[in-house]
């Protein structure tokens, strides 16, 4: 997607807003296409690509796409904003009821018919959500909730991995393979989200959500617990199976 920013939809939308030009079409800063000026983070280590080799071959090590990474075409699998909430996502919040308090932050990633924020903000200090689809950010946001936070925003791209702090105490993703197109951009997304935590924080997914492929997908975006765990070891974190269905990663000692 050249000429563009090299960034989703809403991404782009935001850029044009502030600067009134994308940054290859400002004559100050034009230092050739987007790919130029957007090279890829360096989260890939070696480490990675051992495990790649040794698991991860059936899905493509890199997409050479930063421009609509992991964003499928078909809106049917994106917009969540009416359709009820998964049975993962439901797994997730029975266990976030029993973990979270008035001081946590939460953070959502794909946050579809925002019933998370709606059930979780009286209980907890702040929830941050992305999503790819605008109709449901724009849902969210309808919300009320003063402490609710929802952003357009694709999770595996590079300005994910830059936007936000290390304060939130569960970062929730019920499909963070599913929407894939690489092993770099899951690298990616997956370094992000450790980044987001806090000291004792927990990186939160499900049984059926991560093994879900979408129709006609490659199957090796299914995962189970072991390629979580083999990811978390990179990351150097620890994987607990919490009831056979809800999956965290968290620091190795809680600080
Ligand atoms: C299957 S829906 C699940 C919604 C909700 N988590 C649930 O389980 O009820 C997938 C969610 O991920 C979002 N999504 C898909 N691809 C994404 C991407 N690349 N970045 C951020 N969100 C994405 C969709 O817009 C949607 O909110």
Redesign the pocket.
């Known amino acids: 997607m050249k000429g563009d920013c090299g960034e989703?939809p809403g991404a782009r939308r935001d850029r044009v807003e502030i600067t009134g030009m994308c940054r290859d079409q400002d004559p100050m800063q034009n230092r050739g296409n987007c790919e130029d000026q957007m090279p890829p983070t360096v989260d890939m280590n070696p480490s990675f690509l051992r495990l790649w080799r040794a698991r991860f071959q059936g899905a493509p090590l890199y997409c050479a796409n930063e421009g609509s990474?992991?964003?499928?075409a078909s809106e049917g699998?994106?917009?969540?904003t009416f359709?009820?909430?998964?049975v993962?996502?439901?797994r997730i919040e029975k266990y976030l009821l029993k973990e979270c308090g008035p001081g946590s932050n939460l953070f959502?990633?794909?946050?579809?018919?925002s019933?998370?924020a709606q059930d979780f903000h009286p209980r907890v200090s702040m929830i941050v959500g992305?999503?790819?689809?605008h109709n449901?950010v724009h849902h969210g946001l309808q919300s009320g909730a003063s402490n609710y936070f929802p952003f357009v925003?694709?999770?595996?791209?590079l300005q994910?991995s830059q936007a936000f702090s290390s304060d939130y105490d569960f970062v929730?993703?019920?499909?963070p393979s599913?929407?894939c197109c690489c092993f770099f951009h899951l690298v990616r997304m997956m370094t992000a989200y450790r980044r987001l935590m806090r000291n004792g924080g927990r990186i939160v997914t499900e049984r059926i959500?991560l093994g879900?492929v979408v129709k006609g997908g490659n199957p090796r975006w299914g995962f189970d617990f072991e390629d979580w765990g083999r990811i978390a070891e990179v990351l150097g974190l620890t994987t607990s199976n919490i009831n056979g269905e809800v999956y965290t990663m968290q620091h190795h000692q809680p600080v």
């Open positions: 989703n990474e992991g964003v499928l699998w994106r917009d969540y359709r009820a909430t998964t993962g996502q439901k959502h990633v794909g946050i579809g018919n019933l998370l992305v999503s790819i689809e449901e925003m694709n999770k595996y791209s994910f929730v993703d019920n499909n599913t929407f959500g879900w």
